[in-house]
């Protein structure tokens, strides 16, 4: 999608602070944190929200929800941390590519 923003940091169009990266996912810090860690991990398909994932993205899920709780310790997040998913308007959802947020650290804010 040549309007997407998370396709646009993902192909280097737009800078990010990259974190990680590999064939399946891409991952950055968020521009307008909510916490003291705060990642943006997209899959570098473009998906526009988990009501569009498929059987045939099982594996791409699995990979994304292993790699979160290392990329947590790689990030100093010992004592555990948050993942958040927004779905679609009403779910808060505000850029339509299927991101995960991990959150962490001592300011992280209240449900």
């Known amino acids: 999608m040549s309007d997407c923003l998370f396709c646009k940091i993902r192909d280097g169009e ?3 602070d990259k974190v990680y990266e590999d064939d399946k996912v891409f991952v950055f ?10 990642l943006l991990m997209i899959p570098r398909e473009h998906l526009a929200s988990l009501e569009e994932l498929q059987p ?3 594996a791409l899920v699995g990979h994304m929800l292993r790699l979160l709780p ?8 010992e004592s555990g941390f948050r993942t ?8 808060g959802q505000e ?9 962490g650290g001592t300011s992280l804010p209240g449900f």
């Open 56 to 58: 045939a993205h099982d």
């Open 70 to 77: 290392q990329l947590a310790e790689q990030q100093g997040l």
């Open 95 to 103: 850029v339509f590519h299927l991101h995960i947020h991990l959150l």
């Open 84 to 91: 958040i998913i927004n779905t679609g308007r009403g779910g």
């Open 14 to 16: 737009i800078p990010s």
């Open 29 to 38: 810090r968020d521009i307008n944190p909510k916490a003291e860690v705060h």
